[in-house]
């Protein structure tokens, strides 16, 4: 039994605890693969932002002084909402396929006037499974992080850049 | 799960920062083989340099010869000499330095291909494997250049 994951999801399916590896179908689809068999069964979809673990001060720092005043190393992803979504089915003989489609930022959130939040799992028609929390939940605590980040990032990178602007003045200066 | 997503993160970001920094170290590599191009580039500037104010002369004949400001203007050794020193220095400071930035270039590129090699996530996968190849690539012509040429380069 086949997962898709549509428009270049960063998801991660788990089965029986296990991470899934992911293989590419196309530009905007990976798929993973469940083993086949009988009787029930349940995967699980997370999407995180790693700025909800809760080392990441640690990790932050750590990559801004490896990555030279974090100039070099890869921006946190903007789009901080979180999914865990759990799917359960009943196994068939046959091959059973889920879609999972990367849910566009303004589809995802309850907005007065609009129609109400699109479920992150699409199943075929005729397909059957029970689908427990499908929608994208904003993560603010992983956004204020973020602006924290970008704010203490910074204004650190200002007071260094100026102690050492100040100390190469000074030691040229001073001989 | 917490283990794995954080050990992801974790080696997904530390083999981008290791790609980045890698071609910091590949441009760095290149800088003796900039300043020999350099070097050329001013001897054939100079040369036209030369060349027009020799036209100069013929144009009028020989009578510019007469100044004696323009007859200054033919002596233009100085200013080779002033980029030959500059690449003499450079290239000092790199017989040291190349095996460092090599060394630090070259283990940074691998460990990019490695961590991106061991995920599960294939999405990036490709385009960082290429892309720390192609940096250790560069590196590896950047040493063959400075040790094959530039560092014996005499003016």
Redesign the interface.
């Given at each position: 039994m086949k997962i898709f994951l549509e428009n270049?999801s960063?998801e991660?399916v788990?089965y029986e605890?296990k991470?899934?590896?992911?293989?590419?179908e196309n530009k905007t689809t990976?798929s993973a693969e469940i083993p086949d068999g009988e009787g029930e069964a349940e995967i699980r979809i997370?999407r995180?932002s790693?700025l909800s673990?809760k080392?990441w001060a640690l990790?932050a720092l750590l990559?801004w002084v490896?990555?030279?005043m974090g100039f070099?190393?890869?921006r946190y992803s903007k789009d901080t909402d979180a999914l865990d979504c759990k799917v359960r089915f009943t196994r068939r003989a046959e091959p059973l396929y889920t879609l999972l489609d990367k849910v566009p930022l303004k589809r995802r959130k309850v907005v007065r006037g609009m129609p109400p939040p699109v479920s992150c799992v699409r199943l075929r028609v005729g397909e059957t499974a029970q689908t427990i929390e499908p929608l994208y939940v904003p993560d603010e605590r992983a956004a204020r992080r973020r602006k924290k980040y970008k704010l203490f990032s910074w204004l650190a990178r200002i007071v260094l850049i100026a102690l050492i602007i100040f100390l190469a003045v000074y030691f040229t200066v001073n001989g | 799960?917490?283990n794995?997503?954080?050990l992801?993160?974790?080696s997904n970001?530390?083999g981008?920062?290791f790609l980045?920094?890698s071609w910091?170290f590949v441009i760095a590599a290149f800088v003796p083989a900039l300043a020999v191009l350099a070097l050329w580039a001013s001897a054939v500037l100079t040369g036209l340099y030369v060349l027009i104010l020799f036209a100069m002369t013929v144009v009028t004949l020989g009578m510019l010869l007469l100044n004696e400001d323009f007859r200054a203007l033919y002596d233009v050794g100085g200013g080779i000499e002033t980029i030959s020193s500059i690449v003499q220095s450079v290239n000092r400071f790199y017989i040291g330095a190349m095996p460092v930035f090599l060394a630090l270039g070259l283990s940074m590129c691998v460990t990019s291909i490695v961590l991106a090699a061991l995920r599960?996530?294939?999405?990036g996968k490709v385009s960082r494997i290429v892309g720390s190849s192609i940096a250790a690539a560069m590196l590896i012509l950047a040493a063959i250049i400075f040790y094959g040429y530039a560092m014996n380069v005499q003016v």
């Open positions: 270049r960063d991660a788990y605890g991470r899934l590896p992911l293989k590419k990976y997370v995180r790693e673990d080392f990790f990559f490896i990555g030279i070099f190393t890869p | 799960m917490e794995e997503m954080r992801y993160y974790f970001r530390l981008g920062t980045r920094l910091i599960k996530e294939p999405k």
